[in-house]
């Protein structure tokens, strides 16, 4: 019972750990600014993701603004309205309805590039987000020129962000699964190596 109570002591202190270092990995400013790429990547789910994209977009700060996990049925003209911006973007603005999560994204970017025979982006995400989405497009896409951009929402206090409860919970729940992304392929690894030897 002594040691797995020290087991247990030893995982929470590890796990704490891990918790500070991820948060410090979280950007609090876009270090690269001016690199103009072929895509602008904006993934959905978090506020000012798509404005950014498309402020990028007309900065002219890439060729196309590649906009992944749209919600089926949303069209390029909608968008545009939402985040009031204007209908001559419209040209450079292709939208991905296929996934619903980080790893579907980075999926269908890379599907989308492959495509356009293009070799670098500018990826547009919360800042909070940017550690994991980062891990899962340079998976899916080894080869490819990666540009953070990362985006910074008023309610997410990155200072002291331990103080504060929401804060606190969002950066949790990342880091959560920002380590079961990591380890993701290990256990899918080890699952083919089964089948395989069955």
């Given amino acids: 019972m002594r040691r797995f109570i020290m087991l247990l002591g030893t995982l929470a202190v590890l796990w704490l ?12 400013t876009v270090n690269d600014p001016t690199t103009r790429t072929d895509a602008i ?31 089926p049925g949303v069209s390029v003209p909608a968008l545009l309205h939402a985040a009031s911006a204007s209908d001559t973007l419209a040209c450079c603005i292709v939208l991905g309805h296929a996934a619903d999560n980080t790893s579907g994204n980075a999926i269908e970017t890379a599907d989308f590039m492959r495509k356009q025979n293009y070799h670098s982006l500018r990826l ?3 800042a909070y987000h940017m550690p994991r989405s980062l891990l899962e497009f340079t998976r899916a896409m080894p080869g490819i020129t990666i540009v953070p951009n990362p985006v910074f929402a008023g309610n997410v206090k990155r200072d002291q962000w331990w103080e504060w409860p929401g804060t606190l919970s969002l950066i949790v729940n990342e880091y959560t699964k920002y380590i079961a992304a990591l380890v993701r392929p290990w256990f899918i690894g080890e699952a083919q190596g089964s089948a395989a030897h069955s």
Avoid: C, Y
């Fill in 124 to 126: 547009v995400t919360s």
């Fill in 41 to 71: 990547v904006v993934l959905t789910g978090g506020s000012l993701r798509v404005e950014s994209g498309l402020l990028l977009l007309s900065a002219g700060m890439g060729k196309t603004l590649f906009v992944t996990g749209v919600f």
């Fill in 17 to 28: 750990l891990g918790l500070f270092w991820f948060a410090s990995q979280i950007p609090n």
